[in-house]
């Protein structure tokens, strides 16, 4: 069983930088991708940022330069740097991974919990 764990989440004043981590464990033969994705209340989930296992990174438009996602010490590990924080980015921060959990298996995508993300004066 593959699981995703997200920590980092937590209350941040307007401005603040906060940086989320995500560990994969469990039965991973290989990581194609993983990424945030986050969803606030009443809205549609919005991906952030993928990372690939080549290093590739993608953002959209209304994180590029604000967010950076980056691999820990394991390819097991990411996290996401989250600078200039505003009230908009409220919500609930998920995980992905896009992973064979053994050889010659396809691929699945797993969600981790998620981590609530609340910026506030």
């Known amino acids: 069983q593959v699981q995703l764990v997200e920590s980092g989440g937590g209350l941040v004043q307007p401005g603040a930088s906060l940086r989320l981590s995500c560990e994969a464990s469990g039965s991973i033969f290989s990581i194609a991708t993983m990424g945030w994705y986050r969803q606030a209340p009443g809205k549609d989930r919005e991906l952030l940022a993928t990372l690939t296992s080549g290093g590739n990174t993608n953002y959209p438009d209304s994180v590029k330069g604000r967010f950076t996602i980056s691999r820990g010490n394991t390819e097991n590990t990411v996290y996401l740097q989250m600078n200039s924080l505003k009230p908009e980015d409220t919500a609930v921060y998920y995980c992905?991974?896009?992973?064979?959990?053994?050889?010659?298996?396809?691929?699945?995508?797993?969600w981790g919990q998620g981590t609530q993300v609340t910026v506030s004066s």
């Open positions: 992905n991974a896009y992973l064979m959990p053994f050889s010659y298996t396809p691929y699945r995508r797993i």
